[in-house]
């Protein structure tokens, strides 16, 4: 199994320029979520999901929209892309369900620059 | 908000020896977790510790959890020089979307 994968692993865009990008699970989890890293900072979370056709806003979710059409998929948008936004990105997911206690499966991150 | 903060942000230890890393929380929780990202890579669980226990054990790590003092601590044992990565805690304080509060992170580094 392939986990988490996340797609593309590095993107540089211009101030304005939109993009999407992608996340695909293949462990059959009802959660996912998107977070953003900065320097020194630990995760901070952008959306999340905690089924099919289903989202929530995070901590941060200005500047960014997401969709979940299919349960192993999770996309986090940009519309407008802004400087500010240049981190690096984590999509994560987890059983969900109704047990708690549950630890979450992390990509390998995309590496996101505005100019 | 940073809901767990680390201590301390980052720690050098030469091999065999054990490191301590300290985490402090805010909120009550349904568990704490901790997580290790090596360089350029995502976060790998290492191990959960649920509100109503107060320690354990997974291979050569050991937490223990203090919920009276809000208080969390990850000792890794005859440390090697793979364990050099950042380590995170993070907190479990819903029982609805299994939202994660991480905190800023210990980067150990282990000298050989």
């Known amino acids: 199994n392939a986990g988490v994968t996340q797609t593309p692993k590095f993107r540089v865009l211009k101030t304005g320029q939109s993009m999407t990008l992608l996340c695909a699970q293949d462990m059959n989890h009802e959660y996912m979520y998107w977070y953003r890293q900065d320097p020194g900072m630990g995760l901070r979370l952008i959306h999340y999901?905690?089924?099919?056709?289903?989202?929530a806003k995070g901590e941060v979710p200005d500047g960014y929209n997401v969709s979940r059409l299919k349960k192993q998929n999770f996309l986090l948008g940009l519309e407008s892309a802004a400087p500010s936004q240049t981190s690096v990105y984590f999509c994560?997911?987890?059983?969900?369900?109704?047990?708690?206690?549950?630890?979450?499966?992390f990509g390998d991150g995309t590496r996101l620059s505005i100019l | 908000s940073q809901q767990g903060e680390e201590d301390p942000q980052a720690l050098s230890i030469q091999e065999g020896e054990n490191a301590t890393m300290n985490c402090s929380y805010k909120?009550?929780?349904?568990?704490l977790q901790w997580y290790r990202q090596n360089s350029g890579r995502g976060l790998v669980h290492l191990i959960l510790i649920r509100s109503n226990e107060r320690e354990k054990h997974s291979g050569r790590l050991r937490v223990t959890l203090d919920t009276s003092k809000k208080s969390s601590s990850l000792l890794i044992t005859a440390s090697r020089a793979a364990d050099t990565a950042s380590y995170f805690c993070a907190t479990d304080l819903s029982g609805s979307a299994r939202q994660l509060t991480f905190g800023s992170g210990t980067q150990l580094t282990v000298l050989p």
């Open positions: 994560a997911s987890s059983y969900g369900g109704r047990g708690l206690n549950q630890p979450q499966h």
């Open positions: 999901s905690v089924g099919e056709g289903t989202t």
């Open positions: 909120t009550s929780i349904n568990n």
